[in-house]
């Protein structure tokens, strides 16, 4: 772990209890439904939601909680020695979800005694492409898919898959573990389906139910497409929670496009616009000088939440207040770790481990100052499981 907040058993305990009572009430009190927009509702009146509120205040509380021990793998096969060589292939470094979880690799290579190493895609169809060409040239001993679709680089999947290179996926398909089409030994991530909805839990959590949301999204990435979409369904749930406007910005465009948008938005929706979602949270760092420069204040409104990927800038952002609240973060130096034993899995002909990370909400709150979250614990489980 890397220093958060444990909360007690007792404190964790009171937190669930009254969480519990207060679900009790409000699902008493029943939902009701209605269209005005009159500044001085509460989430019981005609543009609440008592029931999907008292779900969504539950979800969050329970998220938001630190003292998570692991509960990934601690047995598999020992470290694979002999010159081993890891390739990286990246759809942008400028993505700090994908450099976050390079790093995480080169960490546990270094562990296990592996050699990594890095070839960027550059965020374009032909970069990617090239990048994958030159990592199959290479004929290392694996390949990870950095974040894009390897249907976007079928011929060299299947050159890979004819040289026996094995192939690890880091958020390469929407779904987590094996996959037969495209080929991948095991896709690591968490739970797309399970990040978009708590992202959208915390909106109408902390919104009290009522809320007007801007959602941004890379629609050139499947993988983001679909979360944006899933935390659209979750926030239509909640007949007080009202999209504004469904963004699409590709991320290799986010630092030249998200202020214009931003501004436009502000313009646009004024103090109607409370919360934000965005599938990555980089859109926020684009996005905070255009807040700045309209004179919103750091602390909010907007309300913005990245459901996703938790780089350390993105807590900078929310320990300091600065036009970001929250994140749903990937555990990246984990999953940088379980990057590399799944490789060595796939070298000792056993199966993938079929570990998931649990969701977690990191807020000023609860992270205690600290730039990343990862559950406590894995460095050891692995190093155990390598006999390092």
Known sequence: MHGNRRATPGARASRLTSCALLAAAILLAGCERGS?????????????????????????LRAEQTDVPWGGPTTGPRAVTGKRTLVYVAQTMTNPGVAGAAKGVREAARVIGWNVRVVDGGGTPAGIQAAMSEAVALRPSGIVIGGFDPNSTSRQVAQAERAGIPLVGWHALAAPGPSKRPRLFTNVTTRVEEVAGISAR?????????AGVVLITDASIPFAR???????KELATCPGVKLLAYENIPIPDAGTRTPREISSLLARFGA????SVAINDLYFADAAPAFRAAGQKGSGPPYNIGAGDGDPSAFQRINSRQYQAATVPEPLSLQGWQIVDEFNRAFSG???????????????????????????????????????
């Open 36 to 60: 005005s927009d009159a500044p001085g509702e509460t989430p019981t009146g005609p543009n609440g939601c008592p029931a999907v509120h008292a779900t969504a205040q539950a979800a969050v």
């Open 350 to 388: 056993t199966p993938a481990s079929g570990y998931t990370a649990p969701v977690h909400i990191s807020t000023a709150d609860n992270s205690a100052g600290t730039t990343s979250w990862d559950p406590t614990g894995y460095q050891q489980a692995y190093r155990q499981i390598w006999g390092k």
């Open 202 to 210: 915390w909106v109408i959590a902390h919104s009290q139910g009522r």
């Open 226 to 232: 679909n979360k944006s979409e899933l935390i659209k």
């Open 272 to 275: 109607r616009w409370t919360h």
